[in-house]
């Protein structure tokens, strides 16, 4: 004869698990909320940091050339930062060119992008000629100039948490080293020497 297995519990048993897979699923959703939230964050921050050291190679290329100012070097960087990042620098925004609002290192100039709009930074940008410390500008640059130049953007600008409060760092920054491309100026004779 052979033995068959019958459920017991009926219908209370079924209920009981039930209950029990919604107290677990209760106790882990934090965790996976968590979790996720931390995924997503630093995510967003890989992201941003991508497009700064992106865009900072973009503006060392432009002040290479020797032909725009840093305010203008400034302007363009605005723009490819709004076009590569609409959440964290805002197209519709009013923005203006503004002192650092940061505290730079020794033969250092730069501009803060001020959002008049939502009324806090939106990046700084930096320039240190490494060959001639005298020089403050781009325009002011001789040929193989070395010079950095950094884009600083605050945690609190790009972040949905207070990351801040948990890495101690406030702000992201990308750095470039870049070498002066300035023409050397040459003469050109107008006509032919006789024979």
């Known amino acids: 004869m052979r033995a068959r297995c019958v459920p017991g519990g009926g219908e209370g048993t079924t209920l009981r698990r039930r209950g029990q897979a919604a107290v677990e699923f209760a106790v ?6 968590l979790i996720l939230s931390g995924l997503w964050e630093v995510g967003r921050i890989s992201q941003v940091q991508q497009v700064m050291w992106n865009s900072a190679r973009e503006a060392a290329r432009d ?32 923005t203006s060119l503004i002192a650092p609002v940061v505290t730079l290192p020794a033969n250092t100039t730069g501009y803060t992008c001020w959002d008049q709009t939502a009324n806090r930074e939106m990046f700084t940008i930096t320039f240190t000629d490494a060959t001639n410390s005298s020089t403050t500008d781009p325009t002011g640059m001789t040929q193989l100039d070395r010079f950095a130049l950094g884009v600083q953007v605050p945690y609190r600008s790009i972040a949905a948490s ?3 409060q948990v890495t101690g760092s406030t702000r992201l920054s990308a750095t470039v080293n870049w070498a002066a491309m300035v023409d050397s100026p040459f003469q050109i004779t107008p006509s032919l020497p006789a024979q």
């Open 162 to 164: 207070p990351l801040a």
């Open 28 to 33: 882990c959703l934090p965790l996976i909320v």
């Open 63 to 94: 002040a290479s050339l020797g032909q725009d100012t840093l305010q203008t070097v400034a302007t363009n960087l605005l723009t490819y930062l709004q076009s590569a990042d609409q959440v964290a620098f805002p197209p519709t925004h009013t």
